[in-house]
């Protein structure tokens, strides 16, 4: 979780959240301790984090509020697929099976919504068939994080919404 790549994965979205035009409503689907969560929040985003494992959630909270982040973020302890509300500007999917929910966030987005999407390997198409079955198109930008294992890396495919 601390690598090189990561860190500068965070500091990226961090950077999207702080140059957006607009106060954005973001969801951190998979939010384990705040990795994401809290350079978003401390950016400026407000922060919608969803945690299923109890023990992370715990330290989610702490992170949250040792960050004196509490305005910008509300934590919700459960799967995200029932947690989602209303709509996203930004959907953050920070674990390499999040392909498996994209249909599930895609019903929590709107034209311009930005969604950050976790994979081992580029998997523009899968995602590609995702969003046009949901009514939609989108444009990809596939980043390359850090290497995951020989021959495999870890990406993120930025999926905007139109």
């Given at each position: 979780m601390f690598a090189q790549g990561n860190r500068i994965e965070k500091m990226r979205v961090a950077q999207l959240v702080r140059n957006s035009s607009k106060n954005e409503r973001i969801a951190d689907m998979y939010a384990g301790i705040g990795y994401f969560t809290i350079p978003m929040a401390g950016s400026g985003g407000c922060v919608h984090s969803m945690e299923i494992n109890p023990v992370a959630f715990e330290y989610?909270?702490?992170n949250v509020v040792e960050n004196d982040l509490e305005e910008n973020v509300e934590t919700s302890l459960g799967d995200?697929?029932?947690l989602l509300t209303g709509t996203y500007d930004r959907i953050m999917m920070g674990?390499?099976?999040a392909i498996s929910m994209?249909?599930?966030?895609?019903e929590h987005a709107h034209e311009g919504t930005v969604i950050h999407l976790h994979s081992i390997?580029?998997?523009e198409e899968a995602i590609r068939e995702m969003v046009e079955s949901a009514g939609f198109s989108a444009t990809i930008h596939v980043h390359k994080v850090k290497k995951y294992r020989p021959h495999a890396?870890?990406?993120v495919q930025d999926v905007t919404i139109s």
């Open positions: 989610l909270n702490r995200c697929r029932d674990h390499f099976d994209l249909p599930s966030a895609l390997g580029a998997i890396w870890h990406m």
